[in-house]
């Protein structure tokens, strides 16, 4: 076996290494990060007034008004504390029929 066939086997086995690496990445990293996007997204287009959210920092409050990129949530018992915030900020969304479920249970 020359040392150009040698090469050439060497290559060929790089490059399926390669494609290798390549899918794992894709099934391991980017696929599960599109899907959390697609997740989010229809949880945001589902938001509606009088659902209760939690935040990213971590504050619960529940949706007064809804613009195209904002928020306005109430946060406590003080309906005087009213506080505009992105959408974005938004991690989780729970609809007032859930939460009457969890409490008849």
Partial sequence: MSI??????????SIVWILIMLVALYFMMIRPQQKETKRKNAMLS???VGD???TT???YGMVIDITE????M?????KNCRIPMQKA????????EDAVEKESK
Avoid: C, H, R, Y
């Fill in 4 to 13: 150009l066939a040698q090469t050439e086997a060497a290559a060929g086995f």
């Fill in 46 to 48: 589902e938001l509606a």
């Fill in 52 to 54: 209760t959210v939690l």
């Fill in 57 to 59: 920092s971590g504050f």
């Fill in 69 to 72: 990129d904002t928020v306005i």
């Fill in 74 to 78: 109430e946060f406590g018992n003080n």
């Fill in 89 to 96: 900020a938004i991690a989780m969304v729970e609809k007032p």
